[in-house]
């Protein structure tokens, strides 16, 4: 049997073993040592596998970690988080998601979301959030080394330059 990783999966090193992302699922898991070692055994492309290992790699590939040729289906949302045996809950040293205002308004203002600590009431001018303000933001998310970055605010979509500038200094902390 051939696997690869799935497309644009993340893993990160835990003391426990590790902490995988699957973006088209957006699940976070934790692996122990030896199911990381099978993640991290994986290049980017298509690779035999051992037959013993056909079976573990199929159970990954059924969470979406992984694709298998041939291919295993992908199970539903069943709740297993964890993979692999733990004698502890395993507990984590940075965040798995960092929010990153890319400005503070939103001319909305809903009542399921609006913060009035964290956002601004209504859009005023252009000139009262700065650019070092992006800067600042894009700087601290970098040194987190969180699996996933999401772009928020306030409402993204109504500064799009400011989150075109923060998306592009967010991406080149993450390369
Ligand atoms: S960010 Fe979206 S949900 Fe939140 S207040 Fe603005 S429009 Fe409403």
Not at 33 to 48: I, Q, T, Y
Request: charged share 20%; proline share 6%; glycine share 6%.
């Amino acid at each position: 049997m051939q696997v690869r990783p799935s497309q644009a999966v993340r893993l990160r090193q835990e003391k426990f073993g590790g902490t995988c992302y699957v973006p088209h699922r957006d699940d976070i898991f934790a692996a122990n040592h030896e199911v990381f070692g099978l993640l991290r055994a994986l290049g980017s492309n298509w690779a035999k596998v051992p037959k013993s290992l056909d079976r573990a790699y199929q159970s990954l590939a059924a969470l979406g970690i992984c694709e298998t040729d041939p291919a295993t289906p992908e199970i539903s949302y069943s709740g297993p988080s964890l993979l692999g045996q733990f004698e502890e809950f395993p507990s984590i040293e940075e965040p798995f998601v960092v929010n990153c205002f890319s400005t503070a308004h939103c001319p909305l203002k809903c009542l399921y979301c609006h913060a009035d600590d964290l956002m601004k009431e209504q859009r005023t001018s252009e000139g009262d959030e700065s650019s070092a303000d992006l800067a600042n933001v894009a700087a601290t998310a970098g040194m987190l080394q969180s699996l996933v970055v999401v772009v928020t605010g306030g409402d993204p979509l109504t500064r799009p330059e400011r989150t075109k500038v923060l998306l592009k200094s967010l991406a080149a902390t993450r390369m």
